[in-house]
């Protein structure tokens, strides 16, 4: 019977893994209802504002700082973004090794990458390889300010102004839809020229009509852009994480189940097996008293 009752210790272990996995999952799935909401509302006008600011940079209508390459400067920025907690699959390592090979692209180019990472695992990640952290915003779960955002996007736009540095680039999950993300890497400083269709179009002669004049209105407009495209990573990032915790919750108590399905039926074979070894004792038993 011992047999029988280690299966049953395992089977109840499981049944407690099961608990706390589908208790998760619930809880990732609450958290992705309100994500999703922040990271869909603002994308429209994000998109919109973005195409309009890389049309106008194509056509050459308007000069800005943050429009032009800093010709010279061999310093970068890498912002990297993984999750405070685990348990969420591939999310962090997908986009740590994104990062990491984007880094190793720009030092090749004789650019020196200073990475700034969100998330306490990727900062144990970079320590563990005894690599350098510039910064590390480890106190933000499911939701950010926008005016902490804003905060960042203004040292970044600063630190471009100044030819401090010749780039800003962003490694995160990039919401797609609910069954679709992808790990990528974005520049979000300078700002690029659109491309392909979107570079066609801007071949074509645009008249834009401006109120104000088109440099009081576009000084507050682009660094607007960046803070809300910053703005609109991390959401899309945040979201991005809790669904992937949400499928790996799902897909740990998918297993948790099976496991308790096969316990089941090997204690259900121990048990049919220690009940015929006793009955074969009893029937010994009593053809040796006659």
């Known amino acids: 019977m011992a047999k029988a009752r280690a299966?049953?210790?395992?089977?109840?272990?499981?049944?407690?893994?099961?608990?706390?996995?589908?208790?998760?999952?619930?809880?990732?799935?609450?958290?992705f209802a309100?994500?999703?909401?922040?990271?869909?509302?603002?994308?429209?006008?994000?998109e919109k504002l973005t195409e309009m600011i890389s049309t106008l940079s194509?056509?050459?209508?308007?000069?800005?700082?943050?429009?032009?390459?800093?010709?010279?400067?061999?310093?970068?920025?890498?912002l990297v973004m993984t999750s405070n907690r685990g348990l969420c699959g591939a999310f962090n390592?997908?986009?740590?090794?994104?990062?990491?090979?984007?880094?190793?692209?720009?030092?090749?180019?004789?650019?020196?990458t200073s990475i700034e990472m969100v998330g306490k695992k990727g900062v144990a990640y970079l320590r563990f390889l005894r690599m350098d952290v510039a910064s590390a915003i480890t106190d933000i779960e499911d939701k950010i300010a926008y005016a902490r955002v804003a905060e960042i996007a203004d040292r970044f736009m600063q630190l471009y102004e100044t030819r401090q540095i010749a780039r800003v680039d962003v490694a995160y999950m990039r919401f797609i839809s609910a069954g679709s993300q992808k790990a990528i890497v974005t520049q979000l400083l300078p700002i690029e020229p659109?491309?392909?269709?979107?570079?066609?179009?801007?071949?074509?002669?645009?008249?834009?009509?401006?109120s104000p004049a088109p440099e009081v209105l576009l000084a507050k407009l682009i660094p607007e852009m960046v803070k809300i495209r910053l703005y609109q990573?991390?959401?899309?990032?945040?979201v991005s994480e809790?669904?992937?915790?949400?499928?790996?919750m799902k897909s740990a108590t998918d297993s948790a189940g099976d496991m308790i399905k096969y316990l089941t039926r090997q204690y259900n074979r121990a048990r049919q097996g220690q009940i015929t070894t006793e009955l074969a004792d009893i029937v010994g038993g009593a053809e040796a008293v006659k």
């Open 58 to 78: 194509a056509a050459g209508t308007i000069d800005h700082p943050l429009l032009k390459p800093n010709a010279g400067v061999d310093k970068s920025i890498l």
């Open 7 to 31: 299966i049953v210790k395992r089977r109840n272990a499981v049944r407690n893994i099961r608990k706390i996995t589908q208790t998760m999952q619930l809880i990732a799935t609450a958290r």
């Open 93 to 112: 390592s997908s986009v740590l090794r994104l990062a990491l090979e984007h880094k190793r692209r720009l030092e090749q180019e004789r650019k020196a």
């Open 242 to 248: 809790q669904i992937a915790r949400m499928v790996a």
């Open 194 to 210: 659109p491309k392909s269709d979107a570079a066609a179009a801007s071949k074509k002669k645009i008249d834009f009509e401006f």
């Open 233 to 238: 990573i991390f959401n899309e990032a945040i």
């Open 34 to 46: 309100k994500t999703l909401q922040r990271a869909t509302a603002s994308k429209p006008y994000t």
